[in-house]
């Protein structure tokens, strides 16, 4: 989301409208919502403003610490048992 309103202002003639506060207007109400029927407007910004902040900073919240990070073999091997673990349920349908 954060690359798609990355185009709201290309130019002045080109671009879009969708910065990230109004993708998170949009985007708020289907994914944070309240159950209570009479939650007020100050929970609707707050939400929004809680989407806008998780668009905004959504690369520095998905990196992973360098001392976590699996090494190359690591993978490799979590790769190879997801492999076979999934060839063994496919052959014995």
Same mark, same amino acid.
């Given at each position: 989301?954060?690359?798609?309103a *990355?185009f709201?202002? !290309?130019?002045? @003639? *080109?671009?879009?409208? =969708?910065?990230?506060?109004n993708? *998170?207007?949009v985007?708020?109400?289907? !994914?944070?919502?309240?159950?209570?029927? /009479?939650?007020g =407007?100050? /929970?609707?910004?707050?939400a929004? @403003?809680?989407?806008?902040?998780l !668009?905004?900073?959504?690369?520095?919240?998905?990196?992973?610490?360098?001392?976590i $990070?699996?090494?190359?073999? =690591?993978? $490799?091997?979590?790769?190879?048992?997801?492999?076979?673990r999934?060839?063994? !349920?496919?052959?014995?349908?």
């Open positions: 989301m954060n690359w798609t *990355s709201s202002h !290309i130019d002045e @003639e *080109s671009g879009s409208k =969708m910065d990230i506060h993708l *998170s207007t985007v708020t109400p289907n !994914i944070l919502y309240s159950k209570n029927k /009479d939650s =407007m100050d /929970d609707s910004f707050l929004i @403003e809680a989407v806008h902040t !668009i905004e900073y959504n690369e520095a919240m998905c990196e992973v610490c360098e001392f $990070q699996p090494s190359e073999r =690591m993978v $490799q091997l979590m790769f190879n048992v997801f492999c076979n999934s060839l063994k !349920i496919y052959y014995r349908s």
